[in-house]
Each structure stands twice: as C-alpha cells, then as structure tokens.
C-alpha cells in the first residue's frame, strides 16, 4: 500500500514554522534591543552621574588642583598631607564623636514609637509634632537652635535654671559644643525614625505576644524577645542611614559654629573639606579627604552587614 | 515607525538621565532645575550681573541698570543669590563655565581668579578721572601684579572696581557717658589703652546695687577687634611684602595681652560666659555696654534701637584707641568688588556696567541714604553727603570717623592679600585660651603659633605659585 504523502503540504508547513521562527527570532531582537535601551538608562545615569564623577575625583585627589584652573600630578602628596594634618584627624574624630547620638536617638525613637503605638488620646497630634522637625528646613533650624543655646537668655538654659540647674554656654564652651549638636540632631531626626519604627512595631504579629503572655513573659520579657528582634531590621536600616548621614554633618556646624567651635571643637570632616575646596582653594586635597571620608564610611556599611547577616534570623 | 520608536527611546533615556540628575540632589534641598543660568550674554547688547545683597541693593542696582540700559541699549538680566551660597555658587559657575559677565567678587579671591583667566583687566577699560574719585583703598583692594603675585600697590592692573568699601568703626554709648557725667571721648584723636582701660573701669558698675555687675565698659570679640588695637600698637600679623609671619613681637603679643586683661584682669568685660559676640551686641543695644564697634550695615540697627530706647541707648563714632599717645590708629576696613569675566563677549560693555554700579551717583545716593554703604565717590562723600545728606539720613554725628577710615585709616584684614587665608584663620584656633581662660600668656600664644602660620603662609605661596605656573 502507497503511503500518499503531502509533500507540498510538508513544504508548506516546515516554510511556515521557519517564517514563524523567523518573526520570532525578530520579535526577539527587537524585543532584546528595547529591553537593553530602557536596561541603558540606568547604566548611563550610573556612569554619568556616579562612575565619572568618583573617577574624576580619585583623579583629581591625586594632582594639586585649586578647583579653577589646571590640575598637575603630585602622586600621594595630598594623602601624605592628610596623615600628617593635625586639623584632619581632630575632624575625623569630631565627626566620630557626633555618632554618639544615632544610639541615643533610636532608643529614644523606639521608646517614642511604642508609646505612640498605644491607644493614647491626642496621638495623631504627637506623631504631627514629632514629624514636624523632619520636614524644617536644616538652615532654620540651626538659627532657631542657636539662639536657644544662648549662654544668658537661650531657652534651653532657661529651661534648665528652672531645677536649679545652671548650663554652661553651650556653643561657646569646647567640653559642651559638640553634646550640644548631637542634641540638636537627634531632635531633628527623631520623627523620622520614631515613624519607621511604628510602622515595625505596628506589623508585629500579636499572636507572638499573645502566646507569650500565655507562657506567662512579663512585658520587659516581650519587648526583648519579640519586639527588640522583630523591628531589628528598622533599626539596621537606620543604623546604617544614620552613619552615612552622620558623617556628613555640615549644615548645623556652618550655621551655629562658622568658625568652626572654640579650640575647633565642633569642626567636622565634612566642614574642613568644605573650607579647604573654597575657602582655602585646594579641592585636590578636599578631594582626596572625601574619599578617605567615603571609605571609612563604606567600610563601617560594610561591617554593619556582616554583622547583619550573622544575627539574622526568620520566623518559620 | 522604527525611527519614531528610537526617539522615543532617547527621549525616555533622556528623561530617566533628567530625573536621576534631579533626584540625586535631594539630600541638599536644591533643585537643578530651578538654578538660574549665570551665562553670559550671547547677544551684542546682552548681559548677566551676579550678586548677593538685601533690598536696598537691589533697589540700588535696579536704579542704576535702568539707566545704563536707557544710555547704551544694553539688556541687562541680574541674578541676586543669597549671601552665604554666593561664594559656592560663583565657584559652580566658574567650574562649569557659565560666568556671569559682572558679578561680586571678594578680594581675597581676586589671585586665584586671575590666575584661572576668569578676571578681566579692567586697567584699560575705566578712565582714570573715575578712579580718582573712588577711595584708594576702593580700587588698590583689586590691584594685582601677576608677575610678582603683590597686592594693593598703585600702579598695578585692577581686575574690579569696589562696590562698597566697609569702614569698621569704634563707638561709645552717649547716653551712658551723660548719665554717668562723664567726658565724651575725642571724636578726632584717639585715647591710649590707659585712657580707654580707665574710662571703661569707670562704666564698670553695679547699677542696682544687687551685688553683681549690670554695665560694662566694653565687651569685644577678638576675631573682629583686636586687629585695631593690635596695629594701634604699632604690630601686625605679616610683613609689608606679605611673606613673613610677625605674630611673635613683643608690640604683638603686648597688645593682645592688654586686649585679654580688659576682660581677665580689669574685669570690665562681660565674663566669658556671657561674652558671645551676640550677647555683647545684644548688651550693647540694650544701653550695657560703653564702647562697641560702629560699622555701616548697623547704622539702621542703631538707630532704630536709639528711638525705641532714648533713654538707654544712643551711640557715635571715634577713633580706636592706640597705645601710646601720638600713635597712628587704625583699623580694617572691607571691600566687596564688582569684576567682570575675561570671557565676556560683550567685554567691554560689562566693564562700562561695573564702572556704572560701581560709581552711578544715583545708585550711591540711594545706598547711602539706606545706610548700607558710604559713598564710593569722593567727591559726593566728602561733600554733599557729609555736609547734609548724612545727617539728614540719620547717620551718626561723627560721619567723618568713617570716611577717615576709608581714606587712611583702614587696611585689609589680614589674610586678603595672600592667596589663601588659611594662616590666618589658624591663628584664631585656640584664642580662647588667652582672653576667655587666661590659660596662656599671649606672648607664650604667639609664639607657639608662629611657625605653625609661616608654614601654612608658605604653602600659600607655594599654592598661588603653582596656580600660576597652571594659569
């Protein structure tokens, strides 16, 4: 028996699965080149706006350069400089000594959050009042404050005469200058910190607490063994942010402290690079000072994550 | 339709660039987007002018760029910054190539600048019968010899013309001295630091008898005084040729041991808590405090609070005390300049507008009768003015003590004809320790200081030298 076979029809079908393969392999071309344009736009905001800019400043921090005219290679010079700038290493540890108040602040923020998280009359009105700072202008602020730390009429030691107490002249006094800021600051950052945490505290589980209570844990017991571990990542979020926005303290300084604080007490890097690029015009030794900064900064996230991973845990 | 969709590619892409420009400024609360374009002008007649100032300024420059844009046809568009970015946003603009045409400039970046090529020679383009009717100091503030790299010396090329000079002048609280019977100080000859330590020794009471002092004879921040006292004393912080450091002669450290005793040991200062400069400025408003400084830009302050408080407050001008009698007084006097970009197109119409705001007898008048600056025109300001329109205004009875100043009296603060003032900042770094805790001698101070200055004097000469050399 003949086996009648189409082979026009074969020809047919294998031409149109090889048109079909071919529109297909269009479709994909096309598609691979839309997806790599719209993949681009972020790639060359990445090197236009990161990858030049750090490499121009490595550069840069390499020559002499006074941020106007020609710049000429001096190899390690800049960085041979900064070892051995008394006025760096007072900056830095300054600039250290200003993270003092990212503990403080977020203790405060999650003490703040719990309560707010409580069903207390007016609380919509606290959380608006301690958001307010957040949203200030820094500049303003850093006025506001300064007439506040007033030695004779400021307000905070107006407040303070109220127990009995006589405070010292805060910006004016190299031991009280730089607790003086960080409590500017920590007042500054609070809402934004107490608001992240009461989203955390808000999105624990009450069955965990329920269940605890059940086996009898006191609320200390609760707070450091569900609510401590559950808004942790909030608070390595925060940690984190903190640093890097730590190390960049500038604004308030200029503002309260111009001349950098008696005996340089509140001078931070970020203001003595600042000096150095325009008041002093050397931006290739500012530079090279950044990116010390911006190391030292890396290296701490860095850390911070390593030590992230190792406490990390889930809830099954 | 494939070109269509590559457009709208670019145009996305461009975009995404757009918002991520935008978006990573955030942190600094600016906007790209709203930053003017400080250019300069394309057009033959078009100009850009940038500076920093209050209303009167503006009301000012407004009056002035009217009728220079009436006289030449020229479109004048001004760019006012505020006053504590000016200086960052003048360094963005020159790094990004967009200097204004005219714009302030402070003179003690007028080295660096003209070294950058941002400056222009404005030597060939103002005649010399302008010049001879502004201070001296007015234009010499602006002087620069690029081959030797000295500043302030007649007969060298000028790169701006003054849109103020800013005497620093010493005052006395009227009022006091007539409550208290005493002698008005000599609005004409200085009193010696024995003189001036007595009278405010005097002033120095407890007015209610509650056991603690509540005036003082005076009450002064060291950064902005002691250079008065300290060249009344016949000592400075640098050689005449501006490369020496002379910080440790015992005229110097003289003169700022006396200025530390007026507090520490005369006790006729507020004490060292109180002393912040806001609380002495405060005091001496508030009818506590003898003698204080007197410039310009506080005559409004002053006078406001002297017809609020007749009773308390009312003040005039004198000379700064000197050390010994027969001394020259002195003290500083400021300058804030109006250049214009050696990449102008339409250069010499922007000198003809800097020449203009800087001398435009309209602009002056009107900028002296809001008790923002004295006259930068001689002849106006030794004139008219003082004879009636100073008074008329409300400027204070001994006027003269400021054109003094800016006619003799007054010299550059140190540090503005170095290439960094870097030196001379340092030397305020651990003051304290001399007039507000007496911890150190002030002879033991200047010692201990002046190597750390002549180093970082020499490295700014080290700096302008490379500066040159990079053009």
Known sequence: ?316 | MRKKGMAAAAVTVAGALLLAACSSDGSSGGDASEEPDTSGGDAPNELTFMFRGGEYDKLAYETAIAAFEEETGADVTMIITDADQYATKLQAAIAGNQVPDVFYVEPGRIQGYVYANVLADLTEYVDQSVIDNIWDFGVDAYRFNVETGERGLDGDPFFALPKDVGPFGFGYNTVMFEEMGLEAPSPDEPMTFAEFTDLAKQLTVDKDGDGELDQWGTGLNVVWNSQAFVWGAGADWISEDQKTVTVDTPEFAEALQWFADLGLVEGVTPSAEQAQTLDTYQRWMAGEIGFFPVAPWDIGTYNQVAADNPDTFGYDVIPYPVANAGDDWATWLGSLGIAVSENSKNKELAAQLATYLSTDLEAQKILAENKVQIPNLIDYATGEWLETDALAAGWPANTKAFVEIAQEKGRPLPGTWTYTPEWYDNFWVGIESVVDTGDQTAADYVAGKQTEMQMLLDQSWVSADQAKAQG
């Open chain 1, 1 to 316: 028996m003949a086996i009648d076979v189409d082979t026009t029809s074969g020809a047919w079908t294998k031409q149109r699965r090889k048109a079909s393969q071919k529109a297909n392999r269009k479709l994909h071309r096309k598609e691979y080149t839309w997806a790599a344009i719209f993949m681009a736009a972020p790639v060359i905001g990445w090197l236009a706006f990161l990858l030049f800019p750090l490499g121009f400043s490595v550069y840069a921090s390499f020559t002499n350069w006074n941020g106007l005219g020609a710049m000429s290679w001096i190899g390690l010079d800049n960085y041979v400089r900064l070892v051995n700038d008394p006025y760096f290493w007072k900056a830095l540890w300054n600039t250290v000594f200003y993270m003092i108040g990212i503990p403080i602040g977020l203790a405060l923020s999650l003490l703040l959050a719990l309560a707010l998280a409580r069903r207390i009359p007016g609380r919509t009105f606290f959380r608006t009042v301690y958001y307010i700072p957040v949203i200030s202008s820094l500049a303003a602020i850093a006025i506001l404050w300064q007439w506040a730390y007033n030695g004779d009429f400021g307000l905070v030691n107006q407040f303070l005469a109220i127990f009995g107490i006589e405070g010292p002249n805060w910006l004016m006094d190299p031991t009280w200058s730089k607790p003086a800021l960080i409590i500017m600051a920590i007042w500054k950052g609070l809402g934004y910190s107490t608001i992240l945490y009461l989203a955390a505290v808000q999105a624990v589980p009450r069955s965990l607490y329920e269940a605890a209570a059940l086996d009898g844990a006191n609320a200390w017991q609760r707070f450091r063994t569900i609510t401590l571990p559950m808004v942790r990542p909030v608070t390595f979020f925060l940690v984190v942010t903190n640093i890097i926005a730590g190390s960049m303290i500038f604004t308030e300084i200029n503002i309260m402290t111009p001349t950098g604080g008696p005996n340089w007490s509140t001078a931070s890097l970020v203001w003595y690079i600042w000096n150095q690029a325009f008041r002093n015009l050397s931006m290739g030794y500012a530079t090279s000072m950044a990116l010390v900064l911006g190391i030292l900064v890396l290296i701490v996230t860095v850390i911070q994550f390593r030590l992230n991973r190792r406490n990390d845990f889930s809830i099954e």
